[in-house]
């Protein structure tokens, strides 16, 4: 078996994910890791013993050994590096949102579609088994028609002044933060797991922290809560801390959903409530193996993961078995699996989000924004 070279763009938080799930895969290779500058590169490839390190991700797209790019950088970055990935030929693997505008992820739709590249935005969220196990339940019919949908992102890690991160400024991050950062992923999975488009909404955001204090060093994802508050500086702060929606799903379904990074305690709450005729399931990130499955006439269930017991068609999500969990690092081999799959054989069929996928996301935020900004509902273009 010949290795796929690839380059991973971003040192950060999921830069090191990404690397590290990259090498469970075993015919694939991390072979260059790109970074905002040569020093910080070099230091990240030599923590994960990674051969090349370059401040320039230019050099790496130049190298016709290099087949395919994850980009995990600053959200304003994923345009351009992914645009100029595909025109030097490469599968292109990015971080979500796919762009700062829908308008942007649109040329990347089209940039891959003439190139014919693969090309994958990363709702990774979808891939853990009882996520898997959910959309087979409905799709098998056992949830009858569904009438409703309801749940939460929440985390906490901004929930303080002094708590801070790149998302938090719109030039590097985008307008949104909070719903794009987690609202994203939750719509994505309520429309992966339903089958159903959220079809129009009404949205309402909340910026809670009008200033924020901004340390004067590098700070990585979710560390920040680790810091003292010393020699900060005050920077006024245009991003929403919270976010909450009613929505219409398909033709009659009905909704309702928040996204919160200011929820004390909840450290990664994505949980998701589909109600249908016949039965309803809830699933709950921060209890993955766990799913609850409500009946009118029988009691409860709350069914552990076991790729025995899962639906067929889920099982191939699922590689461990009945009690040996499998988390959030396990979503990201089970994506990267299926990616280069498609990489290796253009052939195969495409199991993941792509490009086109991480539009409709971004078609989302914008109603998002627009129905905040009127406090009115609007239509998903």
């Known amino acids: 078996m010949t290795k796929i070279k690839t380059a991973i763009f971003g040192t950060g938080f999921m830069g090191r994910v990404h690397t590290e799930g990259v090498r469970r895969l075993g015919n694939v290779e991390v072979a260059a890791i790109a970074a905002s500058k040569q020093g910080t590169a070099q230091a990240f490839a030599d923590s994960l013993c990674i051969e090349r390190a370059t401040g320039d991700y230019r050099e790496l797209l130049a190298d016709p050994e290099i087949q395919a790019v994850h980009v995990c950088t600053p959200n304003a970055l994923h345009y351009p590096m992914a645009k100029a990935a ?96 987690i609202g994203t992923h ?43 508050p010393e020699d900060y500086t005050e920077v006024e702060i245009d991003t929403e801390d919270f976010a909450s929606m009613i929505f219409k799903l398909g033709d009659q379904a009905r909704g309702a959903m928040t996204a919160s990074q200011i929820s004390a305690g909840r450290k990664n709450r994505l949980s998701i409530e589909i109600y249908g005729t016949k039965g309803s399931v809830t699933w709950d990130q921060e209890r993955p193996d766990e799913l609850w499955i409500g009946q009118r006439n029988t009691p409860n269930l709350v069914v552990v993961k076991d790729p025995s017991l899962l639906s067929e068609k889920a099982r191939s999500y699922a590689d461990l078995p009945g009690g040996h969990s499998e988390g959030y690092d396990d979503t990201f081999k089970q994506v990267f699996r299926r990616f280069y799959r498609t990489v290796e054989d253009r052939t195969a ?20 924004l627009e129905s905040s900004a009127k406090q009115a509902w609007v239509a998903v273009k």
Not at 196 to 206: F, K, P, T, V
Request: proline share 3%; aromatic share 10%.
């Open 349 to 368: 069929p495409v199991e993941y989000g792509t490009f086109a996928d991480g539009v409709r996301q971004l078609k989302i935020l914008d109603a998002v």
């Open 186 to 228: 939750w719509c994505d999975m309520l429309e992966h797991v339903s089958g159903m488009r959220i079809q129009s909404l009404c949205a309402d955001m909340q910026t809670f922290h009008k200033t924020r204090k901004m340390p004067n060093r590098s700070v990585e994802t979710f560390t920040g809560k680790a810091l003292q």
């Open 86 to 181: 595909l025109e030097a030929g490469k599968h292109v693997l990015c971080e979500k949102p796919l762009a700062v505008t829908s308008a942007e992820g649109e040329d990347l739709v089209r940039i891959a579609a003439e190139k014919g590249l693969a090309n994958c935005t990363f709702h990774n969220l979808r891939y853990y088994p009882q996520v898997q196990n959910m959309r087979r339940m409905r799709e098998s019919g056992e949830l009858g028609e569904i009438y409703a949908a309801q749940g939460t992102y929440s985390q906490d890690w901004l929930l303080y002044d002094t708590d801070w991160n790149w998302r938090i400024q719109s030039d590097k991050n985008g307008k949104s933060r909070c719903f794009a950062d």
